[in-house]
């Protein structure tokens, strides 16, 4: 079965990198996500990789991929107070869009 | 392009009263979602539509909870009676194509709904 795991808070200063991990246990997911959810609304789709890749970078996003160890990671470079929410990890399968969702990571970006 | 629309945004009833919610996706999106979001908790899926029909409802409590998609463009998501456990966001999602590609998931604004 799908089960996400994720730590809860982070806080960062504005300029520093920040780091969010995830732990995933369907080595069958097709494709790993990481959804920003800011407060009062839904989610928004940041980014996302394939399960054959160990890398993607897009911006000042970095995700990297574990799968030996079903570890997912998002790396936010020079982090922006705009970056404050939370962060959901999500797994996937082919050929099914339903969506397994970890609890979040909540990010404070300190000034 | 309008976003997901979903309304009311906040709700708040008494146990064992019925609420319904209302979503209207992303125009042209075949795909409709509702998900649960309870505090502290990412969403769980409840239910997924293609066109009018129910894709996966396997998370849904049917004996409590329905959702329809009549004409395959707005849907509605009911609880009857609603038990305190029920308190949560409740966010629907849309996609513009068939599971089997990676498909970006829109989100609406969720409907905050408190069962006192």
């Known amino acids: 079965g799908e089960d996400v795991e994720q730590s809860l808070f982070l806080s960062v200063r504005e300029g520093d990198s920040s780091v969010i991990n995830c732990t995933y246990t369907?080595?069958?997911?097709?494709?790993l996500y990481w959804y920003k959810q800011e407060p009062g609304a839904g989610l928004q789709l940041l980014t996302y990789?394939?399960?054959?890749?160990d890398m993607k970078q897009d911006q000042r996003l970095t995700v990297l991929l574990n799968k030996k160890d079903k570890h997912l990671s998002l790396r936010i470079a020079d982090t922006q107070t705009g970056d404050s929410a939370i962060y959901f990890c999500a797994e996937g399968l082919y050929g099914n869009n339903r969506l397994a969702f970890g609890k979040g990571n909540q990010v404070v970006v300190i000034p | 392009e309008a976003g997901v629309a979903q309304s009311p945004r906040y709700k708040i009833i008494e146990k064992r009263q019925s609420v319904a919610f209302w979503c209207n996706p992303i125009?042209?999106?075949?795909?409709l979602y509702w998900y649960q979001q309870i505090l502290g908790q990412g969403p769980k899926l409840l239910i997924q539509?293609?066109?009018?029909?129910?894709?996966?409802d396997s998370q849904l409590p049917k004996d409590r909870f329905s959702a329809e998609r009549l004409k395959g463009v707005d849907s509605t998501l009911k609880i009857q009676p609603a038990k305190l456990e029920d308190s949560a966001v409740y966010l629907c999602?849309?996609?513009?194509?068939?599971?089997?590609?990676?498909?970006?998931?829109?989100f609406g604004p969720g409907t905050r709904l408190t069962v006192t």
């Open positions: 999602a849309s996609s513009g194509s068939l599971a089997g590609i990676v498909d970006e998931q829109y």
């Open positions: 539509f293609q066109n009018n029909g129910v894709v996966d």
């Open positions: 125009s042209g999106h075949a795909t």
């Open positions: 990789i394939f399960s054959n890749m």
């Open positions: 369907d080595s069958s997911s097709t494709y």
